[in-house]
């Protein structure tokens, strides 16, 4: 490889990484329910972007490195499950660049909040919002899963209906933002 196309690849996989890490590691955290653990995952995927060819993934670069993430994320809940129990949620620390403090902190009480209501969908509804959220079409999301498109519409239907319903997320809604603080 020449000195050129070496110093656009390490563009394009910086700007990759500008783009992507923050996502991928909200993914992956909330898959694996744990930060370090997802920084890990996200490191290997982004290992893994380096031997890859821009024109290979052009126009499909973020689903390759859910997917990729993903994969890595399964594989190490497959090695958790083999010799312990799953570890209990962690939260993600909250950066939100707000001037006001009062807002930031309601922010994050709700964002922790509807969390800890995704975090007690199944686990397959659970990923399918996880992706659905972070911008990715249902066919995408499909790729990424190995389910079928339509699967992924049921569980994305499934997920916000049961999310509507509950007490928690009605009284989030209902509630003027000023009241919502507890």
């Given at each position: 490889m020449s000195e050129p196309e070496s110093s656009d690849r390490r563009e394009w996989v910086l700007a990759a990484l500008d783009r992507y890490e923050a996502r991928l590691a909200r993914y992956a955290a909330r898959l694996l329910r744990d930060e370090e653990a997802a920084r890990d995952v996200v490191q290997h995927a982004f290992l893994r972007l380096c031997d890859q060819s821009p024109a290979e993934l052009e126009g499909r670069l973020?689903?390759?490195?859910?997917?990729?993430?993903?994969?890595?994320?399964?594989?190490?809940?497959r090695a958790r499950k083999r010799t312990a129990s799953l570890e209990?949620?962690?939260?993600?620390?909250?950066?939100?660049?707000?001037?006001?403090?009062?807002v930031t902190v309601e922010r994050q009480d709700l964002y922790r909040r509807l969390n800890d209501l995704v975090a007690e969908l199944p686990s397959g509804q659970r990923e399918a919002v996880d992706l659905w959220t972070e911008g990715f079409a249902h066919a995408e999301i499909a790729q990424i899963t190995g389910h079928s498109e339509g699967n992924v519409r049921v569980l994305v239907h499934r997920a916000l209906k049961t999310l509507r319903r509950h007490p928690v997320a009605r009284q989030l809604v209902e509630q003027p933002i000023e009241t919502r603080k507890a």
């Open positions: 973020a689903p390759w490195l859910f997917t990729v993430c993903r994969n890595r994320a399964v594989d190490i809940l209990q949620v962690h939260d993600l620390p909250h950066r939100n660049h707000q001037p006001d403090p009062a």
